[in-house]
């Protein structure tokens, strides 16, 4: 009968257990559907680079073309191929997605775990390097304007391949594809989310194909995957590979992105998708193409669209458009984010953000930032009015930020894990030789367009270390004017600064609990007021991507258990968007002295009024840029999620 019993038992736990194999197979379409994901925007960039790669590197009105011969094309296929090996597959893939800030990736990810460590452990280096790392991200900025401009007109100019007279249309339906793409930002990217990983899946199924077909009319191109075809172009050929390096590293752009979206699909679906799909496709592409220019060197004017047949040139046209749109929507999210962490992080004012989906957090809209792109995007598409004129300036934001990121990583291995130096010294050297190669290439197309990225990046650079150092500033001053908050409630509390309680809530927001808010310290002083019940916040942004909610709040009562005024300190990820209103109803009743009315309650924000001093605290230009940066900060009522009917903003003048 126990036996029974047990039997029994066990039978009930069955059944209230899904099957194992159930199980099982719902986690492996959790999985499918994240890879579907990963593939639909993570992999646009570098996935569209084969329709331009080749086409460039033979490009005849190349300031220092590389001659079409067998050894030439062997080599040049072979160099794509290790290069995007050891690039994005070794430093990406196998290295830098290791080095993650709470799951977040990415360059900005990587300077914030380079802060943190310089705080815990001081140390000059790391804070050179987390400026060098701000350059980076600088040049993101530029390769969020390049990346659309080059993208859909490489797209739409296979129109040429299909049909000559077309040639003149690329440019205008170039710009109305850009306008219309950056007109639907604020809708979200959630509802055409769900068919980005399916077209890009067609995508990488349809070009791969062709590959195997150019390859199959001439086998003899596999002979490329021997690292000796590239080490031979390379050094054997040095005066024409040099420079050929320049257009050879449009097959590693985008590998930025496999790191920077990591926080939204993890480490292991980025890796699937790529080592499964989207590398073996763009192999089996490059080989193609190398093979129809062996089989005839005039094909090196559009060796992509070349290799398919042509009854399927106009449908690849439109799969190449739609592609490459995928491609520019995910850089210019990545922009988004760029942006909103870096205000996060002080590095740019607060910017209005609206969240475009419910369910997934990286989904935001950054409208300034959004029109910004869009006029550069146009500008560029206008000026150059080709893919191939816009390559010179392309490869230099991508060396630049590939060389950065590998740096950055290096020291984190060294600082974080403890990596030997002799396995750091080695993997370095052989990674940043490769970088550097890249980057030196580059500069000699500085005349011929590379100085536009650099342009961007400077500037953005520029703007980013001028807001911190001003925003340094006028914290400075502004705990001048402000006093200590402890010594204005002991004030307070002993009468020294008579003023009428009126009846309900008063939130004040701050910086910190160690200095008086400017709003708080004027209604007292010119009104002689304050409320029952007084709430001093401060909100910190953390350098992690999220905060629990039970790690959120910290109350502090300043010293008095029953004079109604707390501080309250708020944390917030650098992903994250502060909500005020919902922050404060997790506060514990039994810390608040008092019942806190919400519902009612009043919320006080100082706003500064800048302007230039005589104080040499920043070259005179400088000031200009910093006042001139604030006029593109958000409402602050509307960026904490405040009532607009129940916030009060009380002025003051500070100088820089």
Not at 254 to 269: N, Q, T
Request: glycine letters at 10%; hydrophobic letters at 50%.
């Amino acid at each position: 009968m126990a036996d029974r019993g047990d039997e029994g038992t066990a039978d009930e736990a069955t059944a209230t257990r899904p099957p194992e194999g159930r199980r099982s197979s719902a986690r492996d379409t959790v999985r499918l559907a994240v890879v579907i994901g990963a593939l639909g925007v993570v992999f646009g960039d570098i996935g569209t680079s084969p329709i331009y790669t080749l086409q460039t590197v033979f490009n005849p009105s190349d300031p220092h073309p590389v001659p079409v011969s067998t050894q030439n094309v062997y080599g040049v296929v072979s160099l794509i191929f290790w290069s995007v090996t050891v690039i994005v597959t070794v430093t990406y893939i196998l290295l830098a997605m290791r080095a993650d800030n709470e799951g977040e990736g990415g360059i900005m990810a990587l300077i914030t775990l380079l802060r943190r460590w310089s705080s815990q452990h001081g140390g000059r280096t790391a804070v050179i390097l987390a400026g060098l790392g701000i350059f980076g991200a600088s040049l993101f900025f530029g390769d969020s304007m390049i990346t659309p401009a080059i993208s859909v007109l490489s797209a739409v100019e296979g129109l040429k391949v299909v049909e000559p007279s077309l040639g003149s249309a690329v440019v205008p339906i170039t710009a109305v594809i850009i306008v219309l793409l950056f007109l639907v930002q604020r809708r979200g990217t959630a509802a055409v989310g769900r068919v980005f990983g399916p077209i890009m899946i067609l995508w990488f199924t349809v070009i791969g194909a062709c590959g195997v077909v150019g390859i199959t009319d001439h086998p003899d191109i596999l002979r490329a995957l021997w690292p000796s075809y590239a080490l031979g172009f390379l050094f054997g050929h040095f005066g024409i590979s040099f420079f050929a390096l320049a257009a050879i590293v449009l097959a590693v752009t985008g590998a930025e992105a496999l790191y920077a979206d990591m926080g939204h699909f993890g480490r292991r679906a980025i890796t699937r998708g790529w080592l499964f799909l989207v590398f073996p496709a763009c192999v089996l592409s490059y080989f193609g193409q190398g093979a129809l220019i062996l089989e005839d060197p005039d094909n090196i004017s559009s060796p992509f669209f070349l290799l398919v047949p042509d009854w399927g040139r106009w449908p690849m046209v439109l799969l190449a458009t739609a592609a490459t749109v995928i491609a520019s929507q995910a850089v210019i999210t990545g922009a988004y984010s760029v942006a909103s962490q870096a205000a996060q992080l002080g590095y740019l004012p607060r910017l209005r953000i609206a969240h475009t989906s419910e369910s997934t957090i990286g989904q935001i809209y950054v409208p300034w930032i959004n029109w910004l792109l869009m006029v550069s995007v146009l500008t560029l598409v206008f000026a150059f009015r080709s893919s191939t004129a816009l390559a010179f300036a392309f490869g230099m934001a991508v060396t630049g930020t590939i060389t950065i990121t590998t740096l950055l990583f290096f020291y984190v291995a060294r600082a974080k894990w403890g990596t030997p130096v002799w396995l750091i010294a080695t993997g370095a050297t052989l990674l940043l030789t490769v970088d550097l190669l890249f980057v030196a290439a580059n500069l000699t197309k500085l005349v011929h367009g590379a100085w536009l990225p650099l342009l961007i990046g400077l500037t953005a650079f520029t703007v980013m270390t001028t807001w911190q150092r001003g925003r340094a500033i006028v914290t400075a001053e502004r705990v001048r004017h402000e006093g200590s908050l402890r010594e204005f409630v002991d004030q307070l509390r002993g009468g020294e600064r008579p003023v009428l309680e009126v009846p309900g809530t008063a939130v004040f927001l701050n910086r910190g609990k160690e200095t008086a808010p400017l709003a708080m310290r004027a209604n007292v002083e010119h009104n002689h007021v304050r409320h029952e019940q007084v709430v001093i916040l401060s909100i910190e942004t953390e350098p992690v991507p999220r905060v629990p909610d039970d790690q959120r709040i910290t109350v502090d009562g300043l010293g008095y258990g029953d004079d109604g005024i707390i501080h309250v300190t708020a944390r917030f990820g650098y992903v994250e968007t502060p909500d005020v209103p919902g922050t404060l109803a997790l506060v514990d009743p039994a810390q608040t002295e008092g019942p806190l009315h919400l519902e009612q309650a009043s919320y006080f924000l100082s706003k500064i009024e800048l302007q230039r001093g005589k104080e040499p605290t920043m070259a005179p230009w400088r000031k200009r840029l910093f006042i001139a940066t604030s006029y593109i900060t958000a409402d602050a009522a509307e960026h904490f999620g405040l009532p607009q009917d129940r916030t009060v903003i009380m002025g003051s003048h500070i100088e820089v």
